[in-house]
């Protein structure tokens, strides 16, 4: 209790001092503002004023919570805190407050403190009575110190000096061995230096690293020795030396793998522990393998081009600097020697990746063996390894892949590809298709980079290329004899040079199918393992085996005749099935040894298409617009043949054909493909070439020739051919095309095949419609007498004469087959079109007739159905599937129909004209005015409804 008393005391007096301390002015003494006032101690026993106030739990408590939590804090001066809450002046009523509510937080809290200290009177006990039992056990171990002593003095003084000159003599003997054993050791080591050169010599580097790792292991527990010291130094030289050669037969795997030489790379990497070094540094290997290895190839083939005057170094120009001055005559061949030399590398790298492949296959199930029976940490850190070197490998034949594909771009970009010829600029294509095929099969790359810097030069070589074909095409066409190529009778678009591509580009030679090789059937690291490489220049020297011998050509013709008139071969009578059986085995027969008809200039067109199909599968972006020119180029071919043959001479303008999809077909050519004398060519480099001029040794006014059926024939087979041939390359094409493009492009194939048989009609129309004297034939019906009383069994003598013109038109259609095939087809059509020029002849000559008989309308029937009769056997076509048969007989027909029937006839039947509507009318009810009025003006109003759907 004193202490705290006397300790309250200073408190009290050092808050005094404080307080006087804080009111002394800063001013000086004549300028302040309250003189000094003599602060005297409080003289009252605290510890009475303390116990002054009442206890109360719950009124301390609620001083406690009103107190000032900075009085809680370290480092804090309560007397200058409450000093300087006073107000100035000072008001001894506030002081008295406040001195009154600080005892009383005073008291609050010293009794709260009390009250802790008595709380922990038991601890404080408990803890003196342990602190008393440590004395006691100290006592005890300075006794047993004592003791221990006196028995160590006595066990000295009991051995003797003999025993322990003993233990010194073994002891020194132990030492001698231990030092004879070091120096064998030393000896051993110093000869160790001259074993690793040896073995550096041999490439023995898994045997010379296994020898320093273990002198590194002696030279550890000898190194207290000088000698050995001195000599790990060396070896250590010896160590980053034996590194850097093995860093430079790591440098050749590059370019020549060997299985057993980089596995013994690989285990001298692992013993040094750098097996991820091992894997960085080959990787930069390989990387300066492919710019150097370019750098070289090209600058060995610019030094070719330099000329003596050039005093340039090339030696010092960058790698894109370089590829300029190569000249067009040695650009392949350095191409193909950079990509062969490219080759190397990538095949040791894909060497590189099946070895390492093999070698995780093989230490994973032996990992997994050793897991299974004793899994170790050692475990966990092969796989991560095995991993780490795999992630590495597999990242990094992308990374050289484009290395590689960046040099042979920069290669390409160099040189401008408008002055090579077209097989030059192939081989180029060829070469850099191969090369995406091997980047998709070496790392899974589409080669983005390199199909599209080649994608625009190629385009634009393509289309100069295109434009300047049409041109020749044009030359071709004009010059065109319009004769029979003599190609083999088995003749194939795939036996042309130009087609032989498709063997190397397909599974099977019978299928046109195309895209990139099935990598496990078809693969260039499989193929070319040992030697070689895919870029090696194989000319195909092979020829042509598609003309026809003069034998051989003479004996198809001579065949002709014997196929299209069957009754030659054979003059037993057949009924009217077997004469059908018998036409279809003719029509085959006939199919497998026709000789194919095709011109010149419609196998150029082929051979183009050749060409172009090779450019589509050499560079698939560029597809459709190949497909495109494809297409245009049987256009033009397709638009000539009816500028020749089809308009007769301006005479069936375009807007006058029937056809509507031949119309529509021609205009679209005309219109996107043709340009006349003057026109600007938008296009600036091609897509418009001129309208062809038929050449004047082309005569279709013979009448000998039956108009030029013979130029008409070859003209319309061979374009049929061709679009038939088109029509068959449309799934190589399909599968180059994009899925967007493709029907654009297939709605092209299948109109030109749709619209080259209507051509082929309308090439025709020109000889059938001079088949007959139309206007003669219908002269004579004129001259008829249909008023006849009794019908009698002659035909009228018209009739002899219209089929004794058509047995003269097949006399000399048989003349003209003799030097040319012509097909069944051609006939059907031509019998098509004249018979149906023979039916408007009926028709027109009926109509001629004012008066007419029911005999008369006999005798109309008896002359057609003599005429159908005799006109069997004269065509040597069927007639019962032609049509116009029925145009005929209903018009004769409605001569007896009645009055309400008739009217509804003339309404369905808008085939025939007002003309032979007016006549049927007339003649049908000439004895009745009012029917025959009355049908008249139907006839009036149907024609007015016909001409308003013209307008």
């Given at each position: ?17 404080k ?16 003189p ?14 303390v ?14 919570e ?15 805190f ?18 009154e ?19 922990k009177?038991?601890?404080y006990?408990s803890?003196?009575?342990?602190i008393?039992?440590?004395?006691d ?5 300075i006794f ?43 000896q ?5 230096e001259t074993?690793l ?18 002198f ?30 093995l ?35 080959l990787?930069?290997h390989?990387?300066?393998a ?34 300029t ?48 029976s ?14 780490y ?29 408008s ?7 192939m ?29 625009e ?5 393509f289309?100069?290329y295109?434009y300047l ?25 795939r ?30 690291f499989?193929?070319?393992?040992e ?9 195909d ?5 598609i003309?026809?011998s003069?034998?051989n050509?003479?004996?198809?013709r ?9 009754e ?10 077997e004469?059908?059986?018998?036409t ?8 497998k040894?026709?000789?194919?008809i ?18 589509m ?21 397709f ?18 054909i ?29 897509g ?18 039956l ?7 070859i ?20 599968s ?13 194939i299948?109109?030109?095949?749709i619209v ?6 309308l ?5 059938s419609?001079?088949?007959?004297d139309?206007?003669?034939?219908v002269n ?20 002899d004469l ?9 006399m ?7 030097g ?12 098509e079109?004249?018979?149906?020029i ?39 076509v ?12 209903s ?6 129909m009645?009055?309400?029937?008739m ?5 369905n039947h808008t ?8 006549s049927?009318?007339?003649c049908a ?21 016909k ?5």
């Amino acid at each position: 209790m004193e202490f705290k008393k006397k300790l309250k005391n200073i408190l009290q007096k050092e808050g005094i001092k404080k307080m006087q301390n804080a009111l002394k002015p800063n001013l000086k003494s004549s300028e302040s503002l309250f003189p000094p006032v003599q602060m005297k101690p409080f003289s009252r026993d605290s510890e009475t004023e303390v116990r002054s106030y009442p206890s109360d739990p719950e009124v301390d408590d609620a001083v406690l919570e009103t107190m000032d939590t900075v009085f809680f804090t370290t480092n804090f001066d309560p007397c200058l805190f409450e000093l300087l809450k006073l107000s100035y002046p000072l008001d001894k009523e506030d002081l008295t407050q406040s001195r009154e509510r600080l005892k009383k937080e005073l008291t609050v809290v010293s009794k709260r403190v009390f009250q802790l200290i008595l709380d922990k009177q038991s601890c404080y006990s408990s803890e003196i009575q342990r602190i008393r039992e440590i004395e006691d056990d100290l006592v005890a171990a300075i006794f047993t110190c004592k003791e221990a002593r006196c028995d160590l003095s006595l066990t000295r003084d009991g051995f003797t000096s003999k025993s322990l000159g003993i233990i010194a003599n073994h002891q020194k003997r132990q030492a001698d061995k231990l030092l004879l054993k070091s120096l064998k050791t030393i000896q051993t080591l110093q000869s160790t230096e001259t074993r690793l050169q040896e073995l550096l010599t041999e490439d023995n580097y898994l045997g010379a690293i296994q020898l320093l790792l273990e002198f590194q292991q002696t030279a550890e527990t000898y190194k207290h020795f000088s000698c050995i010291s001195e000599l790990s130094k060396k070896l250590l030289d010896t160590m980053e030396t034996a590194e850097e050669q093995l860093d430079m037969a790591l440098s050749k795997v590059c370019f020549h793998f060997d299985e057993k030489h980089y596995g013994k790379l690989q285990k001298a990497y692992q013993l040094l522990g750098k097996t991820h070094t091992c894997v960085d540094q080959l990787l930069m290997h390989y990387t300066s393998a492919v710019h150097n290895t370019a750098f070289g190839v090209v600058h060995g083939f610019a030094e070719l081009c330099r000329s003596d005057e050039q005093s340039m170094n090339l030696q010092k120009k960058p790698y894109p600097d370089l590829c300029t001055c190569l000249s067009q005559e040695i650009f392949i061949p350095c191409l193909v020697d950079l990509c062969k030399s490219l080759w190397k590398i990538l095949m040791s790298y894909h060497k590189l990746l099946t070895w390492h492949a093999g070698e995780t296959t093989t230490k994973d199930s032996s990992t997994q063996l050793q897991s299974d029976s004793s899994p170790t940490s050692g475990t966990e850190e092969l796989e991560s390894s095995l991993d780490y070197v795999d992630q590495k490998l597999q990242n990094g034949s992308a990374r050289i892949w484009q290395d590689v594909q960046t040099k042979i771009k920069t290669f390409l970009l160099a040189c401008d590809f408008s002055g090579f010829k077209i097989d030059d600029f192939m081989q180029i294509l060829s070469v850099t298709h191969t090369l995406r095929i091997v980047g998709k099969e070496f790392c899974s790359s589409e080669s983005e980079s390199l199909r599209d810097c080649m994608r625009e030069a190629s385009l634009r070589y393509f289309l100069e290329y295109h434009y300047l074909k049409l041109e020749e095409l044009r030359i071709f066409i004009e010059n065109e004899g319009w004769e029979v190529c003599p190609v083999r009778s088995d003749f194939n678009i795939r036996k042309l040079q130009e087609f032989k591509f498709l063997k190397h580009c397909t599974n099977s030679s019978l299928q046109l199918s195309s895209s990139m090789p099935n990598h496990e059937f078809y693969s260039y690291f499989k193929k070319f393992d040992e030697a070689g490489s895919p870029f090696e220049i194989s000319k195909d020297n092979s020829e042509e085996d598609i003309y026809m011998s003069t034998k051989n050509s003479s004996n198809s013709r001579h065949r002709s005749p014997e196929i299209k008139n069957p009754e030659n071969r054979n003059s037993m009578t057949l009924t009217d099935s077997e004469e059908d059986n018998e036409t279809n085995e003719e029509d085959e027969f006939e199919n497998k040894l026709s000789p194919i008809i095709i011109t010149n200039t419609s196998l150029s067109i082929l051979r183009l298409f050749g060409r172009y199909l090779n450019l589509m599968y050499l560079l698939k972006p560029i597809a459709y617009d190949v497909a495109v020119c494809m297409n245009q180029l049987f256009d033009y071919y397709f638009y000539s043949v009816f500028v020749f043959f089809g308009a007769e001479n301006g005479e069936v303008p375009i807007t006058k054909i029937p056809n509507a999809q031949l119309r529509e077909a021609l205009s679209r050519i005309r219109s996107k493909l043709i340009r006349t004398e003057g026109d600007v060519n938008s296009n600036g480099s091609g897509g418009c070439v001129l309208e062809p001029i038929a050449s004047p040794l082309l005569d279709l006014t013979k009448e000998d020739g039956l108009f030029g059926l013979s130029e008409r024939n070859i003209a319309s087979e061979s374009t049929v051919y061709l679009a038939l041939q088109l029509d068959s390359l449309k799934q190589f094409i399909e599968s180059h095309v994009s899925e967007s493009h493709w029907e654009s492009i297939s709605e092209l194939i299948d109109q030109s095949v749709i619209v080259s048989e209507g051509l082929r009609r309308l090439t025709f129309a020109g000889v059938s419609c001079k088949a007959v004297d139309y206007e003669m034939i219908v002269n004579r019906m004129e001259t008829v007498n249909w008023e006849v009383k009794e019908l009698m069994s002659q035909h009228s003598t018209y009739v002899d004469l219209l089929l004794r013109e058509l047995q003269i038109f097949t006399m000399k259609i048989d003349t003209i087959s003799k030097g040319v095939v012509i097909s069944r087809p051609v006939l059907t059509i031509l019998w098509e079109q004249i018979f149906k020029i023979c039916c408007r002849a009926f028709v027109d000559g009926f109509s001629s007739t004012k008066k007419c008989s029911n005999s008369g309308r006999g005798l109309m029937q008896l002359d057609f159905t003599q005429f159908l009769s005799k006109l069997e056997k004269i065509a040597p076509v069927s007639l019962k599937g032609l049509p116009n048969r029925e145009y005929v007989e209903s018009y004769v027909k409605a001569y007896y129909m009645p009055e309400a029937i008739m009217e509804e006839w003339i309404q369905n039947h808008t085939e025939y004209s007002s003309k032979h509507l007016v006549s049927l009318v007339h003649c049908a009810w000439q004895d009745n005015r009012k029917a025959r009025q009355f049908l008249l003006h139907v006839v009036e109003e149907l024609e007015k409804v016909k001409r308003l759907q013209k307008i």
